[in-house]
């Protein structure tokens, strides 16, 4: 069984690779144009779709410009009823970007896979009234197949400007066992951690290509870490709160 997660993983990967490489450019575009305007990357998601944003935060390797929302409410590390329930309130997305002090300069990074909750569709909505560049992280088929449950009668998909398709499949898992008519083995935050990775890697090579010296965090355990990563602290610390 573990082969055919390997094999099934592998297959996702490959299809993300090939199908989504366009929407991967276009939104290192998005993101590249708001560095340059001195804005930052904001990442949201409700329950395992947040841990997108745990990725990219703080990352050995990564963007320091980076401010994950990870609202306590929302994170299902302090409540898994609370946080499905937190989905559905109209108005919470949009409190937590206003908190965030998010700016128009800025890019925003929203991610769920089935699309269709209040909370996702609010903060794409929210980020394009406030004239951020939008980015969505979702499944397109799957999403589809849903209806919209949230105040808007969209899909993810249908609302930013730039979406990238994780080509998970409905129920996110996708191995079966026996006789069970549960499928386990979920394959979302697999895809997810290789699109924002896929995305920085861009970011990186499009900055580069600008003789712009990207913000990369060093591991703090390389010897010029200190020095290096005590002026992105200065630069970054007043508009990213968790820093």
Not at 26 to 33: K, P, Q
Not at 100 to 127: C, H, K, W, Y
């Amino acid at each position: 069984m573990m082969e055919e997660y390997y094999t099934k993983v592998r297959t996702l990967l490959e299809k993300i690779l090939i199908e989504e490489k366009q929407a991967i450019e276009e939104a290192a575009d998005l993101i590249v144009a708001s560095i340059k305007e001195g804005g930052i990357l904001h990442v949201i998601g409700a329950g395992h779709s947040a841990m997108a944003g745990e990725e990219l935060f703080y990352r050995a390797g990564g963007l320091a410009s980076v401010n994950p929302i990870l609202d306590s409410d929302i994170n299902i590390s302090h409540g898994a009823q609370k946080s499905t329930a937190m989905e559905k309130i109209p108005g919470y997305a949009r409190v937590l970007l206003e908190s965030a002090g998010i700016r128009e300069n800025d890019a925003l990074l929203v991610v769920s896979t089935s699309g269709v909750n209040q909370f996702p569709v609010e903060a794409a909505m929210v980020g394009k009234e406030k004239k951020l560049k939008t980015i969505g992280i979702t499944s397109v088929s799957y999403s589809k197949t849903l209806e919209p449950k949230n105040e808007y009668g969209k899909r993810l998909f249908e609302v930013v400007d730039v979406v990238i398709d994780n080509k998970v499949p409905p129920g996110d898992a996708v191995i079966k066992i026996g006789d069970l008519t549960t499928k386990v083995a979920p394959v979302s935050t697999i895809t997810n951690c290789f699109i924002v990775n896929s995305l920085v890697i861009k970011v990186v090579e499009k900055l580069l290509n600008e003789n712009i010296t990207p913000p990369i965090w060093i591991s703090a355990h390389l010897p010029e870490a200190k020095l290096h990563n005590s002026r992105l602290f200065k630069e970054y610390r007043e508009r990213i709160k968790l820093l």
